[in-house]
T-cell receptor, first 109, second 115 residues
């Protein structure tokens, strides 16, 4: 069974700060997902990556397959980035995702 | 185009009653998932439908939970004899191809409260 650990659990930041959220998993995977959940519940897929790095606007996701570790970075953070960020990896059957418990980010102006 | 649609958005029910939650996936998406998110907890996998294949029911917490997907499109999650611990947000997601390597599109969820 793949275990997913995220850190930190909670994160507060001032507007403009560089943010890093970490995700570790226990079993080798084909792809890792980062998702964002805003207050009110909607979940949006941010990234799906299997190697290296992906960038979308101020968001950057990296993955190290050998170390079974991924990071999500937010540059020049803004209050609208306040949300829960969730890391997810495939289950053993590769049919569904196992989710981390999420990192709650609060950015103040 | 329309995203994943779930109804109702909120449901309050008395302990012991049955409830049905509906999910309308994105048109053409072959895979459909149900997840549950309890207060302060991560997303918990419930069931997965892929095309005409037998569903993966490995995440259903008890035999009070069941789900159907009719015509490869709309899905209904049924909870019989609801208990207070069933209170959670039930999220549906679909993906174009299925499998954990395909991006997921989530609905806004149904918030179920069992009193």
């Amino acid at each position: 069974k793949n275990e997913v650990e995220q850190s930190p659990q909670n994160l507060t930041a001032q507007e403009g700060e560089f943010i890093t959220i970490n995700c570790s998993y226990s079993v080798g995977i084909s792809a890792l997902h980062w998702l964002q959940q805003h207050p009110g519940g909607g979940i949006v897929s941010l990234f799906m990556l299997s190697s290296g790095k992906k960038k979308h606007g101020r968001l950057i996701a990296t993955i190290n397959i050998q170390e079974k570790h991924s990071s999500l970075h937010i540059t020049a953070s803004h209050p609208r980035d306040s949300a829960v960020y969730i890391c997810a990896v495939p289950n053993q059957a590769g049919t569904a995702l196992i989710f981390g418990k999420g990192t709650t980010l609060s950015v103040s102006s | 185009g329309a995203g994943v649609s779930q109804s109702p958005s909120n449901k309050v029910t008395e302990k012991g009653k049955d409830v049905e939650l509906r999910c309308d996936p994105i048109s053409g998406h072959t895979a459909l998932y149900w997840y549950r998110q309890s207060l302060g907890q991560g997303l918990e996998f419930l069931i997965y439908f892929q095309g005409n294949s037998a569903p993966d029911k490995s995440g259903l917490p008890s035999d009070r939970f069941s789900a159907e997907r009719t015509g490869g499109s709309v899905s209904t999650l049924t909870i019989q004899r609801t208990q207070q611990e069933d209170s959670a947000v039930y999220l549906c997601a679909s993906s174009e191809q299925g499998g954990a390597d395909s991006p997921l599109h989530f609905g806004n969820g149904t918030r179920l409260t069992v009193t």
